[in-house]
T-cell receptor
Framework: AQRVTQPEKLLSVFKGAPVELKCNYSYSGSPELFWYVQYSRQRLQLLLRHISRESIKGFTADLNKGETSFHLKKPFAQEEDSAMYYCAPRRGANNLFFGTGTRLTVIP | IAGITQAPTSQILAAGRRMTLRCTQDMRHNAMYWYRQDLGLGLRLIHYSNTAGTTGKGEVPDGYSVSRANTDDFPLTLASAVPSQTSVYFC?????????????FGEGSRLTVL
């Protein structure tokens, strides 16, 4: 069964436009949720985690338990935001599952 | 620079050959992981290890084996490679139990099986 869905494989937005990368999960209970990012020629790295309720590089992600979603948002996209983004729910230790990823391209 | 080191960076391999991908970390993390990254499928967990001396199966363990003789090293072995194992392999680590959930990744090993 699909546990995490990122419906958009590719997403292009213009610089300065808002961006939303969608993530839906199908775990029961309350998994921890993370967004990871892989910039060109860099290692995959943690962007943010829902439990921290933080804003990193202008990105935020709100957990919506009713819709079982954890969409990543940024009000004004920058060229340096172009990267591959993975939504990753975790349910217990060693159970960090990654979505299929969304490649974001910010057009100058 | 502290972190995770993977080797080789890239390898082309004939089907049927044995291959070991190496992974070493110097952060004294308890947990280590191997993922494969395939286009359209994202990252899938192959095997993991919670601590030295223990290993466990992930989503796609068939055709792969791991060992964890010490804290630092977590090699991944393909006993008899097949073309479907062509992928980019990522090793990762985390502090372990009660951690924040953040994984630290290596740079990846690109493997092509012909």
């Amino acid at each position: 069964a699909q546990r995490v869905t990122q419906p958009e494989k590719l997403l292009s937005v213009f610089k300065g436009a808002p961006v939303e990368l969608k993530c839906n999960y199908s775990y029961s209970g309350s998994p921890e949720l993370f967004w990871y990012v892989q910039y060109s020629r860099q290692r995959l790295q943690l962007l943010l985690r829902h439990i921290s309720r933080e804003s990193i590089k202008g990105f935020t992600a709100d957990l919506n338990k009713g819709e079982t979603s954890f969409h990543l948002k940024k009000p004004f996209a920058q060229e340096e935001d172009s990267a591959m983004y993975y939504c990753a729910p975790r349910r217990g230790a060693n159970n960090l599952f990654f979505g299929t990823g969304t490649r974001l391209t910010v057009i100058p | 620079i502290a972190g995770i080191t993977q080797a080789p960076t890239s390898q082309i391999l004939a089907a049927g050959r044995r291959m070991t991908l190496r992974c070493t970390q110097d952060m004294r993390h308890n947990a280590m992981y191997w993922y494969r990254q395939d286009l359209g499928l994202g990252l899938r967990l192959i095997h993991y290890s919670n601590t030295a001396g223990t290993t466990g199966k992930g989503e796609v363990p068939d055709g792969y084996s791991v060992s964890r003789a010490n804290t630092d090293d977590f090699p991944l072995t393909l006993a008899s490679a097949v073309p479907s194992q062509t992928s980019v392999y990522f090793c990762a680590s985390s502090p372990g139990t009660s951690d924040t959930g953040e994984l630290f990744f290596g740079e990846g090993s690109r493997l092509t099986v012909l």
